[in-house]
């Protein structure tokens, strides 16, 4: 929860920002308690999908789909891997301002709290 706090926190903090290049989350190191254990490539695959167009989909899928390969997990670290997984897609793009990538990750790291939780 605490890292949710915190993620949640650097969101707001860095919308008060003039535009400055989105800084993603980095992944966590997977040798800690509580991580999910995905490789840079499963990662990036589901940055993707969940950049694919039908978000609340590929947010539901996307939380099913690690509920079952990791049981237990805390939604928390649900919101950190799907929040760490999209950013890079949309720091990528080319056509959005800085202002549209940090506004892009605001609203998506916001449905992803409504839908996890």
């Keep these: 929860m605490l890292r949710l706090v915190t993620l949640a926190a650097a969101i707001l903090a ?10 993603c989350p980095k992944p966590q ?3 800690k308690p509580g991580i999910l254990k995905e490789t840079p490539a499963q990662i990036a695959t589901v940055g993707r999908q969940l950049t694919g167009g039908d978000t609340f989909n590929a947010i539901a899928s996307a939380t099913a789909d690690l509920r079952v390969r990791y049981p237990g997990v805390e939604s928390a670290e649900l919101v950190n ?5 999209y950013c890079p897609a949309v ?6 301002s800085e ?3 940090k506004a892009a990750v605001e609203g998506f790291a916001a449905q992803v709290m409504r839908q996890v939780y």
């Design 91 to 96: 720091a990528a793009d080319s056509k959005l």
């Design 14 to 23: 860095a919308s008060a920002l003039p535009a400055l290049a989105l800084d």
């Design 29 to 31: 190191p997977t040798a």
């Design 81 to 85: 891997y799907l929040v760490t997984a």
């Design 99 to 101: 202002a549209q990538k």
